[in-house]
């Protein structure tokens, strides 16, 4: 619906931008690129800002520059009772606050972001070690053990799949991208996977490289091709690695045929500095994507994902909005205390309810 609002301005002086909510971030991305300029735009091809920024935005460098909302530093919207309205600190403040988290269960039509902007880091890599599933009890033992120290410049994530980087057996692919701005900076983010001591287990172990952001798009899309059917959910955790283990071994053994993968993502917040709507996040991040071809299988795949975060769920401090089944689980996504505060914000802006919630949502205790 809102495709068309795909224009943007980038003030390369004040470092801002301006872009409607039909603007892919890679789209966003490249363009700052050319300026030397940066934003913390999501991982993937074809996703846009709108729903990326209402739900909060996991993107690059966001270990380090924060969630992606948290450089919004104003909406213009359409407000439930038609009046077009800018929202910021200091004005409809209520409105500014709900947007950032909200996701899809916001009560507004946003058609334009104001963007804090970041210069380019410096020193851009990523390294990439590739373990067969046998390593698996290896490979997550050392991830949980090094997480707490990984430094924010790195978004370390690992990706286990039954087809590792596309052409291998059922394996996990423990990737490092780096952002840092010093060389210091770079050489401290580098160490954890140059002195792996798991690293000889590797099949391959890259140097770190620094193929370009559009091959890093590339590659991060090989594992979310179009025109397939997805069934996703997900996870925040700081579940002890024992009581996570037996559940990741069955994830391994019941994981649908590849590209379905799960994610864990190193996490490892700080304090949420600003005061918003989004408010869940944990040290671990993991998500499962069943994701398959054929309509006919939807019955064999479709609820997969859903059912092992069911299992999981003891161990689960809620979710994320990006990557969430609501219609077939519900989970907490806010904050008690934020979703409570939302509900009032959303009674007084839409008291008629014009706009739909969120498919599902935890009782307001
Ligand atoms: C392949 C893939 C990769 C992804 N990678 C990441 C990632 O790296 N990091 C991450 O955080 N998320 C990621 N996501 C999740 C993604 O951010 C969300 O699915 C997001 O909602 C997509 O936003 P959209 O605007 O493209 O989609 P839409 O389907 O257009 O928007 C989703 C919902 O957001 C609301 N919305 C959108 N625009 C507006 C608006 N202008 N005003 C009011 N409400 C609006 C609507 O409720 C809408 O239904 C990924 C998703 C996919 C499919």
């Known amino acids: 619906m ?14 801002t931008a301006t872009a409607g909510p039909g603007v892919g971030g890679s789209v966003l991305m490249l363009e700052l690129y050319k300026h030397n300029l940066f934003f913390p735009a999501g991982h993937c091809k074809g996703v846009c800002i709108g729903g990326y920024l209402l739900q909060g935005g996991y ?7 924060g969630i992606a909302c948290e450089s919004v530093i104003g909406i213009d919207l359409v407000t439930a009772d038609g009046e077009y309205v800018h929202a910021s600190e200091s004005e409809n403040a209520d409105l500014f606050w709900a947007a950032r988290g909200a996701g899809g269960g916001f009560f507004g039509v946003v058609v334009r972001f ?16 590739q373990f067969y599933m046998k390593h698996l009890e290896d490979v997550y033992s050392w991830a949980y053990e090094v997480g707490p120290s990984i430094p924010k410049a790195v978004e370390f994530q690992m990706l286990m799949s039954n087809k590792m980087a596309g052409i291998f057996g059922p394996g996990i692919e423990a990737a ?4 840092a701005d010093t060389r210091d900076e770079f050489e401290e983010a580098m160490a954890f996977m140059k002195n792996s001591p798991i690293k000889s287990k590797a099949l391959i172990a890259t140097p770190a490289i620094d193929p370009g952001i559009d091959a890093l798009y590339k590659l991060v899309m090989s594992h979310y091709p179009e025109n397939h059917h997805y069934g996703v959910d997900n996870m925040w955790t700081h579940a002890p690695l024992d009581d996570l283990m037996p559940y990741i071994k069955e994830i391994a053994r019941t994981l649908p045929p590849a590209p379905s993968h799960m994610l864990w993502l190193n996490w490892h917040p700080g304090q949420i500095q600003s005061d918003m709507a989004y408010s869940n996040e944990d040290n671990i991040y993991i998500a499962l994507y069943t994701i398959w071809k054929n309509a006919a299988d939807t019955s064999k795949y479709g609820d997969w994902a859903a059912s092992m975060m069911h299992k999981m769920n003891h161990m689960s401090t809620g979710i994320q909005l990006a990557d969430e089944g609501l219609h077939k ?7 008690d205390a934020n979703l409570k505060k939302i509900q009032q914000i959303r009674a007084d802006r839409d008291p008629k309810g014009l706009f739909h919630e969120w498919h599902s949502r935890p009782e307001i205790k």
Request: charged share 20%; proline share 8%.
């Open 329 to 335: 689980r519900t989970a907490p996504f806010l904050s």
């Open 2 to 15: 809102m495709k068309h609002f795909n224009q943007f301005e980038v003030n390369v002086n004040e470092m």
């Open 59 to 65: 993107g690059w460098n966001g270990r380090k520059l």
């Open 114 to 129: 104001h963007l804090k902007l970041y210069p380019l880091p410096k020193y851009r890599a990523i390294i990439a070690h």
């Open 176 to 179: 490092a991208p780096i952002f």
